[in-house]
């Protein structure tokens, strides 16, 4: 079973060289610490900075530097800071080549719902309906199940949907999976020690299984 670091690892090793990549609130910020120093990728955040760079260690913790989810973070040399609406251009204009997001819940079909709970007070979606509707690529970070034990990756979604057929890969603490185009969830990748039938337990949507599962390598 995959941790949080876990997650994020693995979905680097999803990142190309030249690509821009905007990182969503929680697990999918920690991505660029793993990041391979060799690719030259640009990291986009929605509230108006291009060119993320690590997590700061705290000596050099600069309390004005902040990415979309409020965090502490680092900028690379040749970075610019902008305003969120020229940020939200560049995101509604497709210039995001790959954008990584948190998930409550994704269907089959590649639906996903990540921004609101019934019941609870939530500011509101921020740049996800925007992030989702222009990307060119959705790669999603979560854990697998609740914590009351009930799949997340669902036939359907019961969740206020943030967007429709959109998501294409998946990461979570059991495994990595592809939503396939005529619906399903694809098993690629096999958390080590997770079983392919603890998978299938824990998956209501369809999901798809063709010949050994290998466990994820780091």
């Not at 030259?40 to 955040?45: E, G, P, R």
């Not at 913790?61 to 690379?76: C, P, R, S, Y």
């Not at 609740?146 to 997340?152: F, H, P």
């Not at 096999?190 to 039938?197: H, I, L, Q």
Request: net charge neutral; aromatic share 4%; hydrophobic share 45%.
């Amino acid at each position: 079973m995959l941790d949080k670091i876990g997650i994020a690892k693995r979905i680097a090793q999803e990142v190309r060289d030249g690509m821009y990549i905007n990182l969503g609130i929680g697990i999918p910020t920690l991505v660029a610490n793993y990041i391979p120093k060799a690719l030259n990728v640009v990291l986009q955040s929605e509230n108006g900075l291009l060119g993320i760079g690590p997590f700061p260690t705290e000596e050099n913790v600069d309390a004005d530097l902040i990415n979309a989810g409020k965090q502490t973070i680092t900028m690379m040399p040749g970075s610019s800071l902008f305003s969120s609406a020229e940020s939200f251009g560049m995101i509604r204009g497709g210039h995001v080549d790959l954008t990584i997001l948190g998930a409550m819940e994704v269907s089959e079909a590649g639906d996903i719902a990540n921004w609101k709970v019934p019941g609870k007070m939530v500011k509101g979606m921020g740049g996800a309906m925007d992030l989702v509707a222009s990307a060119k690529n959705i790669i999603v970070a979560m854990q697998h199940c609740s914590k009351d034990g009930a799949s997340k990756l669902l036939k359907q979604c019961t969740l206020p949907i943030t967007g429709l057929k959109c998501v294409k890969k998946i990461v979570t603490d059991l495994a990595v999976l592809d939503v396939i185009p005529e619906g399903g969830f694809k098993l690629l990748e096999r958390a080590p020690g997770v079983s392919v039938d603890e998978i299938r337990k824990a998956t209501e949507g369809k999901l798809i299984v063709s010949g050994e599962i290998p466990e994820i390598k780091f």
